[in-house]
C-alpha cells in the first residue's frame, strides 16, 4: 500500500521557467491538499482540491500559481515564471473523504524541494 | 493572522528528560486537531484530538486537547536522540489545516 508519492524530489529552475510538481495520492483517497514550507516558516496551505474539482484555493498566490486534480493521474501544481521566493518545499497531502473509525488524517507526501536559481 | 501558534519554539534537552510542547489555537468549532512529526522528510502523523480532556498515548508520546481554553500538548517522557525533530501541530478548520510554524525539539545524549 503505497504512501502519497511526489516527484521529482527535487527541482531547480532558473528565473522565469515553469515548474510543474506532481502529487500521488494514497491508494483510495480523493481529496489532495498542497502546502508550501518555506525555511524558517512553517507549513502554510495553498489549495485543496478534490477529483477534477478546486475546492478551496484561498491559500495560493492569485497569480503564477495553479493546480489540478484530473479524474486521471496525479495532481499538479504548476508555477509559471518561477522567482526566487517561490523557492520552498512543497508537500502534497491526501484524506479519506469520510470519518473512518473516527479517523480523519492526512497522511503527507516526501515534498518536492525547489530551487529558483 | 496566526491562528496556531506553537511554544517554545525551539528546545534542547537531555536524553532521558521529558519535555512538554504546546499548541494555541483561536478557531472554534473546528473538526479537529492533529500532531505532527517532521524530521528531514515529510510529516509523519502522529495524533488526531477532537474531544477535550482525554488523552491519546503512544508509547512514550502524549497528547491531550482543551477545548475550553484552546489548546493542546503534546508530551514526551524518558526522551531518545530519535526524538529530535520539528513537532508540529494543526487545526483541521473548514477545510482547511492551519498549522503552526512547529517546536524544533533537539535531544542530547
Known amino acids: 500500500n503505497a504512501g502519497v508519492m511526489q516527484n521529482p524530489r527535487h527541482l531547480v529552475r532558473r528565473r522565469g521557467q515553469e515548474a510543474r510538481l506532481r502529487c500521488s495520492p494514497m491508494k483510495g483517497h480523493s481529496h489532495v491538499y498542497w502546502y508550501r514550507q518555506l525555511p524558517e516558516e512553517g507549513l502554510k496551505f495553498m489549495v485543496y482540491?478534490?477529483?477534477?474539482?478546486?475546492?478551496?484555493e484561498s491559500g495560493m498566490p492569485k497569480e503564477r500559481f495553479s493546480a489540478e486534480f484530473p479524474k486521471e493521474g496525479p495532481s499538479i501544481l504548476r508555477i509559471q515564471q518561477v522567482v526566487r521566493g517561490d523557492s520552498a518545499a512543497y508537500f502534497c497531502?491526501?484524506?479519506?473523504?469520510?470519518?473512518?473509525?473516527?479517523?480523519?488524517?492526512?497522511?503527507f507526501g516526501p515534498g518536492t524541494r525547489l530551487t529558483v536559481t | 493572522e496566526d491562528k496556531v501558534v506553537q511554544s517554545p519554539l525551539s528546545l534542547v534537552v537531555h536524553e532521558g528528560d521529558t519535555v512538554t510542547l504546546n499548541c494555541s489555537y483561536e478557531?472554534?468549532?473546528?473538526?479537529?486537531l492533529l500532531w505532527y512529526k517532521q524530521e528531514k522528510k515529510a510529516p509523519t502523523f502522529l495524533f488526531m484530538l477532537t474531544s477535550s480532556g482525554i488523552e491519546k498515548k503512544s508509547g512514550r508520546l502524549s497528547s491531550i486537547l482543551d477545548k475550553k481554553e484552546l489548546f493542546s500538548i503534546l508530551n514526551i517522557t524518558a526522551t531518545q536522540t530519535g526524538d529530535s525533530a520539528i513537532y508540529l501541530c494543526?487545526?483541521?478548520?473548514?477545510?482547511?489545516?492551519?498549522f503552526g510554524t512547529g517546536t524544533s525539539l533537539t535531544v542530547i545524549p
Open positions: 497531502a491526501s484524506s479519506l473523504t469520510l470519518m473512518r473509525g473516527g479517523r480523519y488524517e492526512q497522511y
Open positions: 478557531v472554534t468549532n473546528f473538526r479537529s
Open positions: 482540491l478534490q477529483k477534477e474539482n478546486i475546492i478551496d
Open positions: 494543526a487545526v483541521d478548520f473548514r477545510n482547511q489545516f492551519y
